[in-house]
C-alpha cells in the first residue's frame, strides 16, 4: 500500500491552525448554569429600641441569657404563603454566637394572640451543632403587643413569651436543650418576603 505524502505545515499556518482548534474547543465548552434563585433570608430590622431577649437553658446548652437589643442581632422574615413570621435572634454566650429562630405560623400583623402553635430552633453558629421541635406540638407562643413603628412602613413593634413543654432534640445528636420560657421585645417587618 501506498502512503500519502505528508506536507509539512508552513510557520506561517501554525497560528492561524491555533486559532481554529481553540475556537472549537470553546464551542464545545457546556451552556452555563444558571444558578438557583438564592432562598429566603432573614432582614435585619434591628432589635428597635425596646428590643430584648431573657430566657435560661437547660440540657447539652445550659445557659442564662439576658440579652439587650445593643447585644444581639434581630431579623425576621415571613414564612412560606404568608403563613406567619420566623423571628431570629443572635448574640453572644461564652465565646460562641448563639441563634434562636421563632416560626410562629399562625401570627398576624398587628394582631395580639395567645397560644400560638410554634416552632423553635436553637444554632450554635459554626459548629453544626442545632437543636429543634419536631412539629408544633411543644411550644406556644402569647403575643402581649405588636404596634406599628410610625417610621417603618410595614414594621412592628412586637413583645412576647414563648413556652415549650419538651426540650428541642438534637439534629443527628443524641442530646438536647430546654426552653420552658422565653420572653422578647423586637421588630418584625411584614412587607419583606
Not at 438564592?38 to 445557659?63: D, H, I, K, M, Y
Not at 414564612?79 to 405560623?105: H, K, N, S, T, W
Amino acid at each position: 500500500m501506498h502512503q500519502p505524502e505528508k506536507k509539512p505545515v508552513s510557520a506561517q499556518k501554525l497560528p492561524l491552525l491555533g486559532l481554529l482548534l481553540f475556537s472549537a474547543m470553546g464551542a464545545c465548552e457546556p451552556a452555563a448554569v444558571e444558578q438557583p434563585a438564592a432562598s429566603p433570608r432573614f432582614v435585619g430590622s434591628g432589635c428597635g429600641e425596646n428590643g430584648a431577649l431573657q430566657t435560661t437553658l437547660f440540657g447539652s446548652l445550659e445557659t442564662t441569657i439576658s440579652w439587650p437589643g445593643s447585644e444581639m442581632i434581630c431579623e425576621s422574615m415571613l414564612r412560606p404563603d404568608g403563613q406567619g413570621i420566623r423571628l431570629r435572634f443572635a448574640g453572644e454566650v461564652a465565646g460562641e454566637r448563639l441563634a434562636i429562630i421563632i416560626a410562629i405560623p399562625d401570627l398576624r400583623s398587628g394582631e395580639p394572640a395567645v397560644e400560638l402553635p410554634s416552632n423553635v430552633t436553637v444554632t450554635v453558629e459554626g459548629s453544626g451543632r442545632f437543636f429543634s421541635t419536631p412539629n408544633l406540638d411543644s411550644c406556644w407562643t402569647d403575643v402581649d403587643s405588636q404596634t406599628a413603628v410610625s417610621d417603618t412602613q410595614g414594621s412592628n413593634a412586637i413583645s412576647g413569651t414563648l413556652y415549650c413543654l419538651s426540650p428541642l432534640g438534637e439534629v443527628n445528636g443524641d442530646t438536647s436543650v430546654s426552653i420552658p420560657e422565653l420572653s422578647f421585645t423586637t421588630i418584625v417587618n411584614w412587607e419583606h418576603k
